[in-house]
């Protein structure tokens, strides 16, 4: 996903530029993230300590679940790439669960992530993995001085529940990630544990979940349909990510609604989207051509590469081996020369 992160808001700056460790930090972001994660430690001393509750836990799988898909099949898949359609209500519920997942809006998020794309690995991309490890996870976020262009994303604006998520996003996201988790809490007297764990634990698992995308999954795992990228698929990263771990795939054709395209490559987010489609939910689901064309070809490239590579070893061993040979032989010859030119021992007295 990759998947693209924002904390609550992009910092004002030129658009289009991606933020480097020069620019001033975003003191907005930096206190919300540390805030959040104190606050996730403390839903997990909350479960544990004072008052643990499956309905709690339950609670914040179900939370987990639906926030992962919106980002994933929503924010992702659906925005960014418009990698299918969906009608209403689903998209009504990747804008709510989209909110509690508190990435920044939909227009937001998408016009960050269609820069990522278009400028992959260079200075332009946001969270350019070539900036290092902690700058693709996290570092990008905590910096300011740059301002997110919308002029990326002029389709989406024409949606109205993507307009009214922008204008309303901060309420939104209160509601969506505390405000509602509490209040279902109440039904089995733990507000504060729903809070907490459904929360803000939920919310720190899930950050760090997206952020693998932009570091992980850009550093670990292989590199099957385009070489010269430095997206790579990871089944480990698509685990922790709804499918989003084919990353090497989706960078070469972002516009296919599966990032895994075997069937048995875990991408639940393309499971439940395919399963949309057939009862009207979905619609227009994309789909990459010549995939596998693309995959031989980085195949037979990676093999004469390497054919060469052993060509060129081969030949500097028998170069090697000739030097030697040759040398044995003039020390050979020098020492025959030396043996013929020494003058006879005299007779013994």
Known sequence: MDASNTALRPSDGPAGQAPDAKRPIDWVNLTTIAVVH?????????????QFSWATVGLAIFWYLMCGFAITGGYHRLFAHKAYKANWLLTAIHLFFGAASVQNTALKWSADHRVHHAHSDTDKDPYSV??????????????GGREVDLGLVKDLEKNALVRFQHRHYILLAVLSGAVVPMLIGLAWGDPIGALLFAGFTRLVLQWHATFSVNSFAHLIGSRPYDPESTAR?????ALMTFGEGYHNYHHKFPSDYRNGVRWWQFDPTKWVVWSFSKVGITSDLRRAVNAEKYKLATALKKA?????????????TASAASAAASEAASNAARAAKAATSAPAPGPSL
Request: no cysteine; aromatic share 16%; charged share 10%.
């Open 233 to 237: 698929d990871s089944w480990i990263v």
């Open 38 to 50: 104190l606050l996730g430690a403390a839903g997990i001393w909350w479960v544990a300590a004072v």
């Open 304 to 316: 004469q590469e390497a054919a060469a590579a052993a060509a060129a070893n081969a030949s500097a």
């Open 130 to 143: 070539t900036k290092g490890f902690w700058w693709a996870h996290i570092g990008w976020v905590l910096r």
